[in-house]
Every structure is written in structure tokens, then in C-alpha cells.
């Protein structure tokens, strides 16, 4: 078998999947080369120390780590040091293979190549790959200023509280943004966190900010119309991202895709209050991400089927007309990060073989 198609099929065990394709073949032709690709074949999802991957590709040390460095440094593997030792492991699609090259902002033939490529592979099959579970690898978390403090909130709703839980701010350009550019929405707002913030700081793809400015940053998004998303676990946020409908993978999923699970909607829906809202059409025409409040007479009027819960229509109401509340049937958050694993899946048939490539 093709080394090449030997890696996809090694990534197509992880949760966003990586189904075949003619395009995601020529996109890892792309991202390494056929001295790197022998090396990735031999590695885990979990950093192993680089000793251990020369043994297992039966190379050198030496010529391990400069592939492997020189793999992290084209963000198409994950790398830590674990006291004196370097540790590297294998990225998945998505969050991944598809954003990190990206992070820097993109330009040049490659990139462009790259995004065309990515472009059409997901809307091939990475997208509902994504998306393919009942469990949904991203969730909705609305925005904070818009929950009713007067109703119990849980704590990984609050995007101020979660962010205490992180030691590492990472901020870099979005991926989707950047690759896409379907529209002039801001690009600077992708937030990743602890170990893979730190990666991506010291490979150059993202620059460190504090707790304070990744708040910053949050605000900056909400102003500009952007959904947050995040990891689908109630542990910590994992990364951060600040979706637009017609560039970001998770909202693509729903928007353009039509798929159900695209993403896991906030436990959040939008309510109007007839009697002071004007019809001014704001909450309809800037606002809404997935055409779930339309002006009808001079009301605004909320489909409760579509609505996500990210609360842009409520910070963009001038008269407070809008308010987020609680939702009749609330989706199950998992627990921790390995749960969310766990029963995506479980759910895909493929919890063997993926638990295999974390340890084997």
C-alpha cells in the first residue's frame, strides 16, 4: 500500500476522520515529504520520545529528529519537551493538519494550493466526517454578556471562568479566515491553549497574550459577529475559536452542509419580548449566523429549531428586546475531553483502533 494512503488511513481513526479522497492525498504530498512521511507512519497520536521513533522507522536519531523538526516546524506534527527529552506525535485533520499551516496567515503558491485542495476535500467528505457522530466534536458557548445572571449558569459556559482553569494564551490568525476568505470578518481571534498553545508559540504560528487579552480578544470577536466554538467537554477549553457562517469548518457544517451535528448548540435559545422590540431588522440582517430570526410585520421572530445560542442577536439589541433562556431539552456536555473521544467513538466504530493509536 501507498505510504501516503497509509497515513490517511491512520488519520480516519481519529475523530474528525479522514476519509478518501484524491484531493487529501495531494494535500499530504503537500505537507511532507517521502523521508517524512516514513517517519509519521511509525508515530502516535500521544508524543513519544524521539529515540523511540528512530527505533520504530529504524533510522538514526539524529536523522528522527531533524524530520521530525522538520515536520513541527511546517505545523503538520505536534512536538513538547519533556524535561531533557523531545517528544513528537501525529495531529489530526481537524484541529490540526488543515489549520496550523495556516496560522501564520497564509500567502504563496503552497498556501494557495493548500486552500483550493482543503476547499474541495471538505466539501467532498472531511465536513461531514467532522461531523459524523451524534456526540459533536465543538460546541456553541454564548456570549457572556448576554446569559441572565439571575439564572444558574454553569461554569463552562462562561468563557471568563474557563479561561482561569488555563496557564497558556496562544493567539493566531483563523485558519478558515485565512484559506477561504470568503468574507472581511476579523482573522486575528483564533485562541489555543496550554500544551498546544505553547507549541504553536514556539514554532512561530501563534503569539503569547495573557488571560486579559485572550478576554480582549473575546470581545473583539463578539463586536465583530463571530460565534464562539469550542471543544465539546465541560474539563477546559481546549482551543477557542471565532466562527463566521461562510469560512468556519463547524458553522460550514450547519450553514452550507445542512448537518444536523455539525456542532452541539449552547444549552441557550433566543426569546424576543413583542412589546419592545422595534422591527429594526438589525438582529436579522448582522447578526444571526444561521438565519434563525426574521422580522415578520414589525416583531422579530425566533425559530427555535435553528437557533444555536450564541447570543449575537441579544448584544446587538439596543432596546434589550432579546434575551437568551434556558432551553426546554438541554444537550449533554461530556465531562472531560477523553469522555467526548470516547463516545465519538464509540459512536463510529472505531474506539479499538483509535485507543490503539494513542498507546500503541
Not at 516546524?73 to 499551516?101: A, C, D, H, Q, W
Not at 457522530?133 to 465543538?138: G, H, L, Y
Not at 485565512?178 to 501563534?206: H, M, N, Q
Request: hydrophobic content about 40%.
Amino acid at each position: 500500500m501507498d505510504q501516503y494512503e497509509k497515513l490517511r488511513e491512520i488519520l480516519d481513526k481519529h475523530l474528525a476522520g479522514a476519509p478518501p479522497s484524491e484531493k487529501f492525498d495531494q494535500i499530504l504530498r503537500i505537507l511532507f515529504t517521502p523521508e517524512e512521511i516514513k517517519i509519521a507512519l511509525v508515530m502516535l497520536f500521544s508524543p513519544t520520545p524521539v529515540n523511540e521513533i528512530a527505533a520504530k522507522a529504524g533510522v538514526s536519531v539524529e536523522d528522527a529528529w531533524a524530520l521530525c523538526e522538520s515536520m513541527a516546524n511546517k505545523g503538520v506534527v505536534f512536538n513538547r519537551r519533556k524535561g531533557e527529552v523531545m517528544e513528537y506525535s501525529l495531529l489530526p485533520t481537524i484541529p490540526g493538519l488543515f489549520e496550523f499551516p495556516f496560522m501564520k496567515g497564509g500567502g504563496g503558491p503552497e498556501h494557495e494550493a493548500l486552500a483550493k485542495l482543503w476547499e474541495e476535500y471538505h466539501r467532498e467528505g472531511l465536513g461531514d466526517s467532522f461531523a459524523g457522530s451524534r456526540t459533536p466534536i465543538a460546541r456553541v458557548i454564548p456570549i457572556e454578556k448576554a446569559i441572565d445572571t439571575r439564572i444558574e449558569v454553569l461554569p463552562f459556559e462562561v468563557i471568563s471562568k474557563m479561561l482561569e482553569r488555563n496557564d497558556t494564551y496562544a493567539l493566531a490568525h483563523c485558519a478558515c479566515r485565512v484559506s477561504v476568505g470568503a468574507c472581511d470578518k476579523p482573522r486575528d481571534v483564533c485562541l489555543i491553549f496550554d500544551r498546544t498553545g505553547r507549541y504553536l508559540i514556539e514554532r512561530g504560528f501563534a503569539r503569547e497574550i495573557t488571560q486579559k487579552e485572550a478576554l480582549d480578544v473575546v470581545r473583539r470577536a463578539e463586536e465583530g459577529g463571530l460565534v464562539h466554538t469550542t471543544n465539546n467537554s465541560q474539563d477546559r477549553l481546549n482551543l477557542l475559536c471565532n466562527c463566521c457562517p461562510c469560512c468556519c469548518t463547524v458553522l460550514r457544517g450547519l450553514t452550507q452542509l445542512k448537518n444536523p451535528n455539525a456542532f452541539a448548540v449552547s444549552r441557550w435559545q433566543s426569546q424576543v419580548d413583542a412589546s419592545l422590540c422595534t422591527g429594526c431588522g438589525i438582529c436579522e440582517d448582522e447578526r444571526c449566523p444561521v438565519s434563525a430570526i426574521k422580522v415578520e410585520g414589525s416583531v422579530a421572530v425566533v425559530d427555535q429549531e435553528r437557533c444555536i445560542g450564541c447570543g449575537l442577536c441579544v448584544s446587538a439589541c439596543d432596546v434589550e428586546a432579546v434575551h437568551l433562556v434556558p432551553r426546554q431539552h438541554v444537550p449533554e456536555t461530556p465531562q472531560t475531553s477523553t469522555d467526548m473521544a470516547l463516545q465519538i467513538t464509540a459512536e463510529k466504530g472505531t474506539t479499538a483502533d483509535f485507543v490503539k493509536l494513542m498507546n500503541r
